[in-house]
């Protein structure tokens, strides 16, 4: 494909349930040095000038259909994420300041797809769990791959998670926060940042997710406006590969999640709640009584 200026996603946006927008960072990249400064992740970049950017981004189709016609490599068997139809995904952009000096995130999680037969030949045994939401970030979130009819079931094998998809089926990313503070999710698929289509790395600025809200991540972000839906596609049909991206991270969804600085996201978490709800107002043993 020639250059990437026509499918050159930048900055973030998905639906929130429940919630008419979503809320991106509205910087690019940091400014890093021995410590982060208060302003480091603010206006240095404004809003206006992501949607500005935003707005120069074109469709696209007519670039990955000439790409696809021009796949001439023997196609890796299995499953990629192809570029879907439009969907509408409204964001607005807010100033978020990531609590770790050197932009380190408190965890990183992964789910790895495939078809059936792929999912057997990576795995030896497994075990299912059949719940959609799984938690991840030492309980901070909860997410899952969710197809046209509900979640995709998981299965656990040498301590990696996969579902199983299938082709030309859609999917979406869903994350809740279980938090008691605002979080930054930095997205990947296939090796891909869901915000502007480039080589993922968690440097790069992230979803921004509200206490006890849901974030669904339905595609890769094309405009302030809309997302190209992830539906599942041969490995030649990815877009990884029609973008020129290569094949070698196929397969695998990544979630990076950052705390906010100066929020303590347990500050009333569970442990701290159930220690106030149990508190004895007369603690002391009894006194002996009197013979």
Known sequence: MKSNSSLKLNFVKASIIGLV???????????????VQADAYSDSTTAGEIASN?????AGSKDIALAKSQTQKRERPGLGTGWGDDLASVVNFTSFTRASANNRPV??????????EGIK????????????????ANGMVEWGVKGKWGYLKNKHSSGKRFVIGSKNQTYSLVVKN????????VMSVDGLDVLDGQ???TLKRGYIIHPGKTLAVKGFRKSADAVAAFKFASVNSSYTNLSGKGTRN?????????TEKGVDPWKYGATEVGNRKNARAFAGAPQLRAR
């Open 121 to 136: 030949a990576m795995t030896n045994a497994w075990n299912y769990n059949g719940k959609g939401l799984q938690k991840a």
């Open 250 to 258: 196929i397969g695998v969804i990544g979630m990076a999640v950052f």
């Open 21 to 35: 927008s979503v809320y991106l960072a509205s910087c690019a990249a940091p400014s890093y040095g021995p410590s």
């Open 178 to 185: 279980l938090s008691k503070s605002r979080l930054e999710l």
């Open 107 to 116: 965890s990183v999680a992964s789910i790895y797809y495939n078809d059936k």
């Open 54 to 58: 935003l707005s120069s981004v074109t």
């Open 199 to 201: 080589p993922a790395t």
